[in-house]
């Protein structure tokens, strides 16, 4: 089983909005990472937990709030967000943070208006 | 800062035909080779990973590394329409995370 489930699949919200993001694994792995993808374009790594705490945040707004509450569960808290933020936004788990290969999620489409 | 370059294509290959995917990566230490298959408006699914010198298949894929030329390569045989899809190259950054080439879009005919 490699299986990543974001919530909600899409995402509208207004820019005085507040949302969150949610995504789970149940495969035992200790990193998570949050990635952005625009139309035709590679994703771009926002944050890494590992081991459930923060190890790399990407210069990202702060707009962006990211939260491990365990090492099953990540989330991504959204607020003022600008439209140019719409994006696939990705979430991906892997068994630790050196080595093995990562799983995405189904992503979930959010759209600001 | 790692790199890693792809062709943004289109590629495009009859069906039945071998599909020849490439990509080039800037850090001489990277250790870890990854592709993944991304169709459009979905998230990306790996097929390959790839961390020796050499070649790795599985099933109509094959993945080659050559660390002296900083060359990864993968090969698709007998291509279906199905493999119509963007390839992304993955190199293994310091935390774990993955820095992507753009992307190479295929597309195979009928």
């Known amino acids: 089983d490699t299986e990543v489930t974001q919530t909600p699949k899409h995402l509208v919200m207004g820019m005085t909005n507040k949302k969150s993001l949610k995504c789970e694994q149940h495969?035992?792995?200790?990193?998570m990472y949050w990635y952005k993808q625009k139309a035709k374009k590679p994703p771009e790594l926002m944050f890494v937990?590992?081991?459930?705490?923060?190890?790399i945040n990407e210069s990202v707004p702060s707009r962006f709030s990211p939260e491990c509450p365990n090492s099953s569960l990540l989330n991504l808290h959204l607020h003022a967000l600008q439209p140019e933020d719409s994006a696939l936004y990705l979430c991906?788990?892997?068994?630790?943070?050196?080595?093995?290969?990562?799983?995405f999620g189904q992503g979930t489409r959010l759209t600001v208006v | 800062q790692k790199e890693v370059e792809q062709n943004s294509g289109p590629l495009s290959v009859p069906e039945g035909a071998i599909a020849s995917l490439n990509c080039t990566y800037s850090?001489?230490?990277?250790?870890?080779f990854f592709w993944y298959r991304q169709y459009s408006g979905k998230s990306p699914e790996l097929i390959m990973f790839?961390?020796?010198?050499g070649d790795k298949e599985d099933g109509r894929f094959t993945a080659q590394l050559n660390k002296a030329s900083q060359y990864v390569s993968l090969l698709i045989r007998d291509s279906q329409p199905s493999d119509s899809a963007t390839y992304l190259c993955a190199v293994r950054g310091s935390q774990g995370n993955l820095i992507f080439g753009k992307g190479t879009k295929l597309s195979v005919k009928p």
């Open positions: 850090d001489r230490g990277s250790q870890s």
């Open positions: 495969m035992g792995h200790r990193a």
């Open positions: 937990y590992s081991y459930e705490k923060l190890s």
């Open positions: 991906a788990s892997s068994q630790d943070p050196g080595t093995t290969e990562a799983f």
């Open positions: 790839i961390y020796s010198n």
